[in-house]
Protein backbone atom coordinates (compact mmCIF):
# COMPACT_ATOMS: atom_id res chain seq x y z
CA UNK A 1 0.00 0.00 0.00
CA UNK A 2 1.45 3.40 -1.46
CA UNK A 3 1.93 6.17 1.77
CA UNK A 4 2.90 9.57 2.07
CA UNK A 5 2.56 10.70 5.53
CA UNK A 6 3.06 14.10 5.93
CA UNK A 7 4.24 15.73 9.69
CA UNK A 8 6.14 19.03 11.04
CA UNK A 9 3.53 21.41 10.64
CA UNK A 10 2.18 24.19 13.22
CA UNK A 11 1.68 27.67 14.31
CA UNK A 12 4.64 30.20 14.14
CA UNK A 13 5.15 33.64 13.79
CA UNK A 14 6.33 35.67 10.83
CA UNK A 15 9.66 35.17 10.17
CA UNK A 16 9.81 31.88 11.77
CA UNK A 17 10.71 28.49 10.83
CA UNK A 18 9.32 25.09 10.24
CA UNK A 19 10.90 22.08 8.78
CA UNK A 20 7.88 19.39 7.20
CA UNK A 21 8.62 15.75 6.40
CA UNK A 22 7.13 13.33 4.37
CA UNK A 23 7.63 9.91 4.73
CA UNK A 24 7.13 7.44 2.04
CA UNK A 25 6.61 3.76 2.05
CA UNK A 26 4.88 0.91 -0.15
CA UNK A 27 6.56 2.09 -3.65
CA UNK A 28 9.72 2.21 -5.38
CA UNK A 29 11.17 5.74 -3.87
CA UNK A 30 14.03 6.19 -6.57
CA UNK A 31 11.05 5.88 -9.19
CA UNK A 32 9.13 8.99 -8.17
CA UNK A 33 9.20 12.51 -7.94
CA UNK A 34 8.24 14.13 -5.09
CA UNK A 35 6.34 17.52 -4.69
CA UNK A 36 4.67 19.71 -1.79
CA UNK A 37 1.79 21.59 -2.68
CA UNK A 38 -0.31 23.83 -0.46
CA UNK A 39 -3.79 25.23 -0.65
CA UNK A 40 -5.23 28.15 1.57
CA UNK A 41 -9.14 27.98 2.24
CA UNK A 42 -10.97 29.27 -0.86
CA UNK A 43 -7.52 29.38 -2.97
CA UNK A 44 -6.57 26.89 -5.66
CA UNK A 45 -3.91 24.32 -5.29
CA UNK A 46 -0.76 25.36 -5.27
CA UNK A 47 2.74 23.70 -6.49
CA UNK A 48 5.27 24.87 -4.52
CA UNK A 49 8.38 22.92 -5.19
CA UNK A 50 9.56 19.17 -6.80
CA UNK A 51 12.22 16.98 -6.36
CA UNK A 52 13.40 14.18 -8.62
CA UNK A 53 14.14 11.71 -6.20
CA UNK A 54 16.46 9.53 -8.25
CA UNK A 55 18.82 12.57 -8.91
CA UNK A 56 18.16 15.46 -6.74
CA UNK A 57 17.16 17.87 -9.48
CA UNK A 58 15.06 20.11 -7.58
CA UNK A 59 12.58 23.28 -8.66
CA UNK A 60 10.35 25.89 -6.59
CA UNK A 61 7.81 28.38 -7.18
CA UNK A 62 8.34 31.84 -7.11
CA UNK A 63 5.95 32.62 -4.25
CA UNK A 64 8.73 30.49 -1.90
CA UNK A 65 11.93 30.51 -4.32
CA UNK A 66 14.51 31.73 -1.79
CA UNK A 67 12.79 30.93 1.60
CA UNK A 68 12.03 26.87 1.23
CA UNK A 69 14.38 24.36 0.27
CA UNK A 70 13.47 20.79 -0.78
CA UNK A 71 15.68 17.42 0.16
CA UNK A 72 15.22 14.25 0.51
CA UNK A 73 16.96 11.00 1.98
CA UNK A 74 16.88 8.33 0.33
CA UNK A 75 17.72 5.70 2.22
CA UNK A 76 14.78 6.76 4.64
CA UNK A 77 12.18 7.59 2.07
CA UNK A 78 12.25 10.89 2.94
CA UNK A 79 11.61 14.27 1.79
CA UNK A 80 11.73 17.31 3.48
CA UNK A 81 10.68 21.41 3.32
CA UNK A 82 12.97 23.80 4.85
CA UNK A 83 10.69 26.87 5.18
CA UNK A 84 12.45 29.89 6.46
CA UNK A 85 11.00 33.45 6.76
CA UNK A 86 7.80 32.66 6.75
CA UNK A 87 4.95 35.10 5.75
CA UNK A 88 1.29 35.40 7.00
CA UNK A 89 0.78 34.00 3.23
CA UNK A 90 1.98 31.05 3.82
CA UNK A 91 -0.75 29.76 5.38
CA UNK A 92 -2.55 26.56 4.46
CA UNK A 93 -2.46 22.81 4.38
CA UNK A 94 0.63 21.68 2.97
CA UNK A 95 0.70 18.36 1.31
CA UNK A 96 3.03 15.80 -0.33
CA UNK A 97 2.43 14.17 -3.54
CA UNK A 98 4.40 11.56 -5.66
CA UNK A 99 4.15 11.04 -9.57
CA UNK A 100 5.97 8.48 -11.89
CA UNK A 101 6.17 10.49 -14.98
CA UNK A 102 7.99 14.01 -14.52
CA UNK A 103 9.22 16.00 -16.66
CA UNK A 104 12.45 18.21 -15.27
CA UNK A 105 12.28 21.30 -14.01
CA UNK A 106 8.65 21.52 -13.74
CA UNK A 107 6.16 21.38 -11.08
CA UNK A 108 3.02 19.65 -12.83
CA UNK A 109 -0.50 20.56 -12.41
CA UNK A 110 -1.79 18.43 -9.05
CA UNK A 111 -4.17 16.20 -11.28
CA UNK A 112 -1.40 14.59 -12.62
CA UNK A 113 0.00 13.51 -9.35
CA UNK A 114 -0.93 9.81 -8.39
CA UNK A 115 -0.25 9.37 -4.33
CA UNK A 116 -1.49 12.41 -1.76
CA UNK A 117 -0.57 12.52 1.78
CA UNK A 118 -3.36 13.97 4.09
CA UNK A 119 -1.72 17.24 4.69
CA UNK A 120 -0.75 19.49 8.01
CA UNK A 121 -1.51 22.68 8.79
CA UNK A 122 0.87 25.43 9.00
CA UNK A 123 -0.21 28.53 10.52
CA UNK A 124 1.97 31.46 10.40
CA UNK A 125 0.97 34.28 12.99
CA UNK A 126 1.69 37.92 11.97
Known amino acids: EVQLVESGGGLVQAGGSL????AASGFTFDDFA???FRQAPGKEREGISSISVSDGMTVYADSVKGRFT???DNA???VYLQMNSL???????YYCTAVTAWAPGVIHPWDEYEYWGQGTQVT???
Open 19 to 22: RLSC
Open 34 to 36: IAW
Open 70 to 72: ISS
Open 76 to 78: KNM
Open 87 to 93: KPEDTAV
Open 124 to 126: VSS
